[in-house]
Every structure is written in C-alpha cells, then in structure tokens.
C-alpha cells in the first residue's frame, strides 16, 4: 500500500487520529475510481453508497435550482465528498462533476463495517469525524440561512454550464 494514499487520508479531518494500520485496512477493499474531466461521481437525487476521498484532481459541487446547476463549493486533492451516504440512506443531495481528470478512493459502508468487526474503537472514531465534519458544514449553513433570513444579500450563486 502506498504511503502516500495512507498520509493523504490520515490528513483529513474524517481520519484524522485513525491508525495507519486501519487506514490501510480500509484502503486495501476500497476501489480506485478514475475520472475524466466532465464526467460525474454521481448526480443529485441517486442513491448513495459510499463516499469519495480525491487523491489528484478537482471537482465541483453543485445542485439544481429552477433548471440551473449551482455552484456549492470546488474541491482538490484530499478534500472528501459523499460522506452522508456513510450514515444515511437518502439520495444524493448534490452533484459532483470532475473539473479535471481524477482519480479518487471509494469507501462504502461496506469498507467500514469490515472495520468495525476489526477494530470497533477505530470504527467509532471514524463514525464520529464524520459526524463532526458535518456538523461543522451544517453550522456554516445555519449562518448563511440566519444572515439571508436578517436581510443580509447573498453572494450572488455561480451557475455552471450544462
């Protein structure tokens, strides 16, 4: 296994204090998706299975607004999305299209229950990261809800080309 894709993960604040011996574990079943510039992950409203880790590329966010895609955020190298899908079983609630050619790390609930008949403390602390990363999203949310509903203008949303 790589060291490299061990320290890329291990510098993400969902694995941040996980093992390298469990980071590893996880790696070891976890698929290596490529990814063309253009193409998606996966589009708002599917199912979700499991989350993306992006080792090299970049990729936007977004969701549809009235017949538009929006733009939510831009992500990089050891940035992570998807990760609802590793605790819930709705759909998709963004899309997330490659801006370049990627190569990402899938874990799916999968991958993680083998950890947790591992090791159910490192488990408990990835379950947890997750938890806290988004937490920290929805709190930033909250804010942007709280200052639009106070009068407050919003940047205005970059739409992105279909």
């Known amino acids: 296994m790589a060291a490299s894709r061990i ?3 291990q510098q993400m ?4 204090a996980i093992a390298a ?6 790696l070891t079943a976890a698929r290596v998706i490529e990814m063309p510039c253009g193409d998606y992950f996966f589009r708002e409203g599917e199912p979700g299975h499991g ?8 990729v936007t966010v977004s ?3 009235q017949s538009h895609e929006l733009l939510i955020r831009r992500l990089v190298q050891g940035d992570c999305f998807g990760e609802m899908a590793l605790l819930d079983l709705f759909p998709r609630s963004a899309s997330v299209r490659a801006d370049a050619d990627c190569v990402a790390i899938e874990l799916t609930s999968a991958n993680l ?3 947790f008949e591992r090791d159910v403390e490192q488990f408990a602390l990835i379950q947890m990261n997750i938890a806290r990363e988004m937490s920290r999203r929805l709190r930033i949310t909250d804010d942007l809800l709280f200052r639009a509903r106070m009068g ?5 949303h970059e739409r992105l080309a279909r």
Do not use: D, N, T
Request: proline share 6%.
């Open 21 to 26: 011996e469990s980071v590893e574990f996880l």
């Open 152 to 156: 407050e203008v919003p940047q205005a």
């Open 63 to 65: 969701k549809s607004w």
């Open 7 to 9: 320290e890329l993960m």
């Open 113 to 115: 229950y083998r950890l």
């Open 51 to 58: 989350m993306f880790v992006l080792e090299a590329g970049s």
């Open 13 to 16: 604040p969902i694995f941040g």
